[in-house]
Protein backbone atom coordinates (compact mmCIF):
# COMPACT_ATOMS: atom_id res chain seq x y z
CA UNK A 1 0.00 0.00 0.00
CA UNK A 2 2.97 2.37 0.95
CA UNK A 3 4.78 2.00 -2.61
CA UNK A 4 0.84 2.66 -4.41
CA UNK A 5 0.26 5.57 -1.90
CA UNK A 6 3.46 7.11 -2.67
CA UNK A 7 3.11 6.65 -6.83
CA UNK A 8 -0.38 8.63 -6.45
CA UNK A 9 0.60 11.53 -4.71
CA UNK A 10 -1.62 10.72 -1.75
CA UNK A 11 -1.48 13.31 1.54
CA UNK A 12 1.48 11.85 3.88
CA UNK A 13 -0.12 10.93 7.04
CA UNK A 14 -0.44 13.89 9.56
CA UNK A 15 1.90 12.24 12.68
CA UNK A 16 0.37 12.10 16.44
CA UNK A 17 1.47 10.71 19.53
CA UNK A 18 -0.59 10.05 22.88
CA UNK A 19 -0.92 12.26 25.33
CA UNK A 20 -2.66 12.30 29.14
CA UNK A 21 -5.80 14.20 30.74
CA UNK A 22 -5.37 13.03 33.97
CA UNK A 23 -8.75 14.17 35.14
CA UNK A 24 -8.57 14.28 39.11
CA UNK A 25 -11.16 11.52 40.65
CA UNK A 26 -12.29 10.22 37.19
CA UNK A 27 -9.09 9.08 35.52
CA UNK A 28 -6.34 9.77 32.91
CA UNK A 29 -7.36 9.23 29.65
CA UNK A 30 -4.89 8.90 26.29
CA UNK A 31 -5.53 11.24 23.71
CA UNK A 32 -4.02 11.96 20.14
CA UNK A 33 -2.77 14.77 19.44
CA UNK A 34 -0.26 16.42 16.85
CA UNK A 35 3.08 17.72 18.82
CA UNK A 36 1.97 20.86 18.95
CA UNK A 37 -0.81 20.47 21.02
CA UNK A 38 1.08 18.43 23.85
CA UNK A 39 2.25 22.02 25.38
CA UNK A 40 -1.57 22.79 25.51
CA UNK A 41 -2.37 19.15 26.97
CA UNK A 42 -0.13 19.71 29.64
CA UNK A 43 -1.55 23.10 30.62
CA UNK A 44 -4.93 21.86 30.84
CA UNK A 45 -3.92 18.94 33.23
CA UNK A 46 -2.22 21.61 35.34
CA UNK A 47 -5.62 23.75 35.08
CA UNK A 48 -7.88 20.66 36.14
CA UNK A 49 -5.59 19.80 38.81
CA UNK A 50 -5.36 23.41 40.46
CA UNK A 51 -9.32 23.28 39.97
CA UNK A 52 -9.91 19.86 42.21
CA UNK A 53 -7.28 20.93 44.64
CA UNK A 54 -10.08 23.24 46.53
CA UNK A 55 -12.43 20.48 46.02
CA UNK A 56 -9.67 17.72 47.80
CA UNK A 57 -9.78 19.96 50.64
CA UNK A 58 -13.34 19.75 51.58
CA UNK A 59 -13.81 23.73 50.01
CA UNK A 60 -15.67 25.27 47.37
CA UNK A 61 -14.81 24.83 44.02
CA UNK A 62 -13.34 28.26 41.33
CA UNK A 63 -13.53 27.96 38.09
CA UNK A 64 -10.20 26.68 36.35
CA UNK A 65 -8.69 29.30 34.86
CA UNK A 66 -8.47 29.55 31.19
CA UNK A 67 -11.01 26.48 30.73
CA UNK A 68 -14.24 28.06 29.25
CA UNK A 69 -17.25 26.11 30.31
CA UNK A 70 -15.57 24.27 33.44
CA UNK A 71 -17.94 22.70 35.67
CA UNK A 72 -16.86 21.94 38.88
CA UNK A 73 -16.82 18.69 39.68
CA UNK A 74 -19.66 17.61 42.98
CA UNK A 75 -19.53 14.84 45.13
CA UNK A 76 -20.89 11.92 43.72
CA UNK A 77 -21.10 13.13 40.29
CA UNK A 78 -18.37 10.43 39.10
CA UNK A 79 -17.88 6.35 40.20
CA UNK A 80 -14.29 5.24 39.88
CA UNK A 81 -14.87 1.90 38.97
CA UNK A 82 -12.77 0.66 36.55
CA UNK A 83 -16.48 -0.01 33.98
CA UNK A 84 -16.94 3.54 34.59
CA UNK A 85 -13.12 4.96 33.44
CA UNK A 86 -13.24 2.59 30.37
CA UNK A 87 -16.92 3.48 29.15
CA UNK A 88 -15.56 7.24 29.73
CA UNK A 89 -12.34 6.19 27.68
CA UNK A 90 -14.37 4.78 25.21
CA UNK A 91 -16.77 7.75 24.56
CA UNK A 92 -13.74 9.34 23.45
CA UNK A 93 -13.10 7.12 20.80
CA UNK A 94 -16.97 7.15 19.44
CA UNK A 95 -16.30 8.30 15.52
CA UNK A 96 -12.66 6.31 15.35
CA UNK A 97 -12.81 3.28 12.38
CA UNK A 98 -13.53 -0.44 12.79
CA UNK A 99 -10.41 -2.49 11.76
CA UNK A 100 -9.85 -5.84 12.59
CA UNK A 101 -7.49 -6.67 14.66
CA UNK A 102 -6.96 -3.24 15.83
CA UNK A 103 -6.79 -2.59 19.22
CA UNK A 104 -6.29 1.61 19.13
CA UNK A 105 -5.28 3.98 19.54
CA UNK A 106 -6.80 5.62 16.32
CA UNK A 107 -8.95 2.34 15.15
CA UNK A 108 -10.34 -0.75 16.79
CA UNK A 109 -12.05 -3.79 16.18
CA UNK A 110 -14.57 -5.07 18.87
CA UNK A 111 -12.34 -6.54 21.44
CA UNK A 112 -9.45 -4.10 20.90
CA UNK A 113 -11.73 -1.39 22.02
CA UNK A 114 -12.23 -2.73 25.10
CA UNK A 115 -9.06 -4.11 25.96
CA UNK A 116 -8.13 -0.58 25.36
CA UNK A 117 -10.83 1.25 27.16
CA UNK A 118 -9.81 -0.75 29.82
CA UNK A 119 -6.45 -0.25 29.92
CA UNK A 120 -7.03 3.33 30.11
CA UNK A 121 -8.53 2.15 33.72
CA UNK A 122 -5.42 -0.04 34.41
CA UNK A 123 -7.18 -3.63 34.04
CA UNK A 124 -5.03 -5.76 31.95
CA UNK A 125 -7.76 -7.26 29.78
CA UNK A 126 -6.84 -10.56 27.46
CA UNK A 127 -7.44 -9.82 23.34
CA UNK A 128 -10.27 -11.59 22.02
CA UNK A 129 -14.02 -11.25 22.90
CA UNK A 130 -14.00 -15.05 23.55
CA UNK A 131 -11.16 -14.62 26.09
CA UNK A 132 -12.78 -11.57 27.76
CA UNK A 133 -16.17 -13.95 27.76
CA UNK A 134 -14.14 -14.98 30.86
CA UNK A 135 -12.83 -12.37 32.93
CA UNK A 136 -14.72 -10.54 35.63
CA UNK A 137 -18.14 -11.66 37.39
CA UNK A 138 -21.21 -12.53 35.36
CA UNK A 139 -23.83 -10.35 35.43
CA UNK A 140 -27.45 -10.91 34.62
CA UNK A 141 -29.12 -8.95 31.81
CA UNK A 142 -31.22 -6.22 34.75
CA UNK A 143 -28.55 -5.91 36.53
CA UNK A 144 -26.33 -4.58 34.05
CA UNK A 145 -24.22 -1.19 35.14
CA UNK A 146 -22.26 1.10 32.63
CA UNK A 147 -18.80 -0.44 31.81
CA UNK A 148 -19.88 -3.83 32.26
CA UNK A 149 -18.91 -5.58 29.04
CA UNK A 150 -21.20 -7.36 27.06
CA UNK A 151 -20.39 -10.70 24.74
CA UNK A 152 -23.22 -11.03 21.50
CA UNK A 153 -23.33 -12.66 18.32
CA UNK A 154 -23.04 -16.06 19.42
CA UNK A 155 -19.77 -15.02 21.42
CA UNK A 156 -18.27 -13.46 18.81
CA UNK A 157 -19.09 -9.50 19.35
CA UNK A 158 -18.23 -7.30 22.58
CA UNK A 159 -18.98 -4.40 23.92
CA UNK A 160 -18.99 -2.19 26.81
CA UNK A 161 -22.23 -1.29 28.02
CA UNK A 162 -23.39 2.42 28.19
CA UNK A 163 -26.69 2.43 30.16
CA UNK A 164 -30.27 2.80 29.01
CA UNK A 165 -30.32 -0.10 26.28
CA UNK A 166 -27.28 0.84 24.41
CA UNK A 167 -23.88 -0.82 23.82
CA UNK A 168 -20.87 1.62 22.57
CA UNK A 169 -18.69 -0.93 20.08
CA UNK A 170 -16.56 -0.85 17.25
CA UNK A 171 -19.11 -3.37 15.51
CA UNK A 172 -17.87 -3.97 11.74
CA UNK A 173 -15.88 -2.83 8.59
CA UNK A 174 -17.22 0.61 7.31
CA UNK A 175 -18.76 1.55 10.19
CA UNK A 176 -17.10 3.51 13.07
CA UNK A 177 -16.88 2.97 17.01
CA UNK A 178 -20.71 3.84 18.30
CA UNK A 179 -23.73 3.32 20.28
CA UNK A 180 -26.08 0.48 19.21
CA UNK A 181 -29.26 -0.85 20.76
CA UNK A 182 -28.95 -4.07 22.92
CA UNK A 183 -31.75 -6.75 23.54
CA UNK A 184 -31.53 -9.23 25.87
CA UNK A 185 -32.21 -12.24 23.52
CA UNK A 186 -28.38 -11.05 22.15
CA UNK A 187 -26.51 -11.25 25.16
CA UNK A 188 -24.21 -14.35 25.56
CA UNK A 189 -22.89 -13.19 28.86
CA UNK A 190 -22.21 -10.25 30.74
CA UNK A 191 -19.21 -9.55 32.50
CA UNK A 192 -18.72 -6.78 35.30
CA UNK A 193 -14.50 -6.23 35.59
CA UNK A 194 -14.06 -6.18 39.99
Known sequence: MGAVAASTGAMPAISASAATIDIPGVGKFEVDVPPEFEQPVQQLNTQLQAAMAPHAQGGPQAAAPGVPGFAPVMPGMFDNSAGDIALNAAKTKVGAQYSWGAAGPFSFDCSGLVQWAYRQAGIKLPRTSFEQSHVGAPVAFNDLRPGDIVITNGGGHVGIYAGGGQL???????????????TPDEVVTARRIV
Open 168 to 182: LNAVQSGTPVSYTSL
